[in-house]
């Protein structure tokens, strides 16, 4: 069956001399698929993948689909503005790794979160070069991220409860539990062995980039004023529950907060 398909590119490896084997998301599921090439020196096949790009796919697929086969590929947006900046080319590997792991259930929303994200960053991008202020950038990819990160485990159905004492529903809670998934008051931190305490203006910063779209960050001026001392601390609380959901470490990340923190 030939199945022509929306995709980004989550990854791909050389098989063999000449053959790729990429992981293609898409509005259903994550697809991997071998891409021949026809000559060993034919540049066309493949180098779509090597772009930040929506891409339009056609797939043979078998009925056990292991691995289905690349028929063609074109190109129908590409980020070049990603591209070009070391900043964003590398939250776009982190961004394609946590997908890589996350995006296995079947659900749309994996797929429309990677071009939200996609589009938040050429926006941060386009804004830059207007503005030629790396530092704000490199503040707003943070925070980007951090509402990215958010929404990943809001689809996964683990979004952080923001509102009360996830254990007994206190308003007044000011530590956050990485394993119960959400703020808890001081008496329940007690019985807690993860509890995190929460800086004044944390929970308000968690709450906005929950509820608000990626696009909207990116263009909001005064979320970096308001927020600069809750980045730390909330970035911390991000990356530990993505850790706790899938019990993965992203080289990535580690790479990307070593250009951008430095
Ligand atoms: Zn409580």
Do not use: W
């Amino acid at each position: 069956m030939i199945n022509n398909t929306q995709a980004f590119i989550l990854a791909y490896n050389k098989y063999k001399t000449s053959s790729i084997i990429a992981s293609f998301l898409t509005k259903n599921s994550i697809i991997d698929a071998i891409c021949y090439k026809a000559k060993k020196d034919s540049k066309a096949f493949g180098s779509d993948f090597e772009t930040v790009s929506k891409i339009q796919i056609s797939l043979y697929q078998k009925k056990q689909p292991n691995l289905s086969i690349l028929k063609e590929s074109s190109i129908i947006k590409n980020y070049n503005l990603l591209e070009k900046s070391i900043y964003s080319s590398l939250a776009v590997f982190y961004i394609r790794e946590v997908l890589l792991y996350s995006a296995k259930d079947f659900d749309e929303r994996y797929f429309i979160l990677m071009e939200k994200i996609l589009n938040a960053l050429e926006k941060l991008e386009e804004e830059k070069l207007l503005l030629n202020e790396n530092d704000l950038l490199k503040n707003y990819i943070n925070i980007l991220l951090r509402a990215f990160e958010m929404k990943v485990l809001y689809i996964a159905g683990i979004s952080p409860q923001l509102d009360s004492c996830i254990l007994c529903s206190n308003r007044n809670a000011d530590f956050y539990s990485i394993t119960e998934g959400g703020i808890i008051c001081d008496n329940c931190k007690i019985s807690s062995k993860d509890a995190i305490k929460l800086e004044k203006g944390d929970i308000d910063f968690m709450r906005i980039i929950k509820k608000t779209s990626l696009i909207d960050i990116a263009q909001n001026k005064e979320l970096n004023n308001f927020y600069i001392n809750s980045i730390t601390n909330v970035r911390d609380i991000m990356n530990k529950s993505l850790f706790n959901h899938l019990n993965k470490n992203f080289k990535s990340l580690k790479v990307l907060e070593e250009v951008l923190f430095n």
